[in-house]
């Protein structure tokens, strides 16, 4: 007897997009690193940090998971970039109930929960892809 035997592979879906313009409940399975870095967060082209979170759609097994890019407000920003930037990361955090403070490793938003509305994009490399249009905040 193999080891693959009692695996059903009839009844598998190649993973898919969900519409857009609804809300979604998502979970933070993955936060890149870069341990080469004191914070541990990776950098973009010029030097600057920022968090990636990969997310999985709650309720919808056969949905691709996801990222979305997180630019962190640094001084070399305009008042204007470092004030949205900023505003980004609050309501990200708002929206996974997640303290700033308690935010020592980025690997410790792994697990986290929250809603956010979701767009659609096709991406020549990736193909049909969902995204954050917007995070849901609590009131």
């Known amino acids: 007897?193999?080891?693959?035997?009692?695996?059903?592979?009839?009844?598998?879906?190649?993973p898919s997009t969900v519409p857009a313009d609804a809300e979604y409940k998502l979970r933070i399975v993955d936060v890149?690193?870069?341990?080469?870095?004191?914070?541990?967060?990776?950098?973009?082209?010029?030097?600057?940090?920022?968090?990636?979170?990969?997310?999985?759609?709650?309720?919808?097994?056969?949905?691709?998971e996801f990222t979305r890019f997180i630019g962190l407000p640094n001084d070399s920003m305009d008042a204007k970039k470092k004030n949205s930037s900023g505003y980004a990361l609050k309501n990200?955090?708002?929206a996974f109930?997640?303290?700033?403070?308690a935010m020592v490793d980025p690997q410790d938003m792994v697990g986290a929960e929250g809603w956010a509305i979701l767009g659609l994009e096709e991406s020549e490399q990736w193909g049909e892809q969902?995204?954050?249009?917007?995070?849901i905040v609590p009131k």
Do not use: C, H
């Open 32 to 64: 890149k690193i870069d341990p080469s870095t004191p914070d541990g967060l990776p950098r973009d082209k010029n030097g600057n940090s920022y968090l990636l979170p990969r997310f999985e759609i709650l309720d919808e097994p056969t949905a691709k």
């Open 97 to 101: 109930d997640l303290e700033q403070s």
């Open 1 to 14: 007897m193999g080891f693959l035997d009692n695996v059903d592979l009839e009844n598998v879906v190649e």
């Open 130 to 135: 969902n995204y954050v249009k917007k995070f």
């Open 92 to 94: 990200f955090l708002a």
